[in-house]
């Protein structure tokens, strides 16, 4: 069994910064879960533009309040508490944080540590892929 504080993730290697967002890394891919788990904060103001080309992600709103985009044209989702959506396509999408937002967010496969959003708003490639096998 694993577990763990925020107070323990804090300022250590699983604890990455981006421009307009920090995410605190609960779980990794050495954890052997299939996923991870983060604890991200998004900061107030900030428009972070992804598109993660090599994983699925999940992500449930705790706190704050945001509007999600669709990219090239929409639609728009307003994003609160209690909201959550899953990239289940790869799509390409904006996050504005109109206040500070907290999220949990689940990657499939797991992010390994340190990724941050490369030119393509991707992260890099894992050694494997996503885990599908229950879709069509
Ligand atoms: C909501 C979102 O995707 N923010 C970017 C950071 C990412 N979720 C992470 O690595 O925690």
Request: aromatic share 6%; hydrophobic share 35%; with cysteine.
């Amino acid at each position: 069994m694993i577990v763990r504080t925020l107070d323990e993730i804090c300022d250590t290697d699983s604890d990455v910064s981006a421009a307009t967002w920090r995410s605190r890394r609960l779980l990794l891919a050495r954890d052997g879960m299939g996923f991870s788990l983060h604890d991200t904060i998004l900061h107030a103001g900030g428009q972070t533009e992804m598109q993660y080309l090599h994983h699925l992600e999940a992500v449930y709103c705790v706190a704050g309040e945001g509007e999600l985009r669709l990219l090239p044209d929409g639609p728009v989702w307003p994003i609160s508490p209690g909201t959550m959506y899953a990239l289940d396509s790869h799509e390409h999408h904006v996050l504005h944080a109109k206040t500070e937002l907290r999220m949990v967010c689940v990657f499939n496969p797991p992010v390994t540590g340190r990724e941050v959003h490369g030119p393509d708003g991707a992260y890099p490639a894992p050694d494997e892929p996503c885990d599908r096998t229950d879709r069509a």
